[in-house]
């Protein structure tokens, strides 16, 4: 039963997102049942002004909100578990500092919440701006929502998503203290440990497109050896029924996404500095036998490339599900 309390804390990072954040002020305060959220904006050390214009913006609103300034710039994902500690919401969602939202943000998730009770997370779609506005659909399968399809076909993209807040915080559930990657390894955690989900085909979030802000800031250096523990977490969170079905979808793309990143950062992994704990042939042969048929065309081709943290990463991970 919805009550008119505090339904959804809204957590927003804030990081050099200058005059921007103002349309998404602008945003807020357009939208009904203004009693029925709070928005917790964290700034993460910005470098500019953007403390200064977020207290301006924030001055003549009707909605609650506070501004939580931090001491140490610790990226999106330890920013974010600030808000999750600090929020009073029964749910939670994520909101990017240079993002939008719809004129019906709040009614559609109210309306969500209030005629599908007590689900564990509820999920909508979003839009891309400035790249021909593509829509994301949040869950990209025909077949009812479940944990398992979920694991597989949700979208693990920070926003669009609105989680039970006791789920959060009774599980220890959080973001890991790295700059790339945490949202993918925070809800395929959640996805586990969930029971129930919805899914609504209709958008009520517009990414930007912004090279500046703190997620999607691509200078910052990957730390692949924390990465690689907490998606070792993430896998062995899951049920055995589809362990090897979250490794194929989701961590085999951890090993292309940190490729594709170390190619773009200018503070570059060097492959050849990694020590491989096994033979090269050996693991081929094992490859050749595994019954993971997706994953084993996929490594077999970053074997003959040589890509040698590819092979660290697939070692390091189906160690835990074989």
Known sequence: MITDECLVSIIIPVYNSGTRVLNLIDDLERQMNLNMFEVLFIDDCSKDNSVEILEQGLSKVSFKHSVIMKK????????????????????ITFIDADDRISSDFMSIIVNAIRYNENKDIYCFDARYVNRNNKTIKMYAHSEYINRENASLYMNTSTWGKVVKADLLKLNGIRFTRFFRGEDQIFWQNVISISESFYYEEKCIYYYEQNDSSLTKNKGIKV???????????????????YKI???????????????????????????ANINLPFDKKSILDEIKVSKLSISKKIICRWFIKDRKL???LYFRLYNIIR
């Open 72 to 91: 140490n710039n610790d990226g999106p994902g330890e920013t974010r578990n600030i808000g999750i500690c600090k929020s009073k919401g029964n749910y």
């Open 223 to 241: 730390d692949f050896e924390e990465t690689i523990k907490k998606y070792e977490l993430s896998v062995t969170r899951a049920e055995d029924n």
């Open 245 to 271: 079905k979250i490794f194929v979808h989701r961590f085999l793309f951890l090993i292309a996404k940190s490729i594709q990143i170390s190619k773009k950062t200018k503070n570059r992994v060097s492959y």
């Open 310 to 312: 590819a092979l660290y």
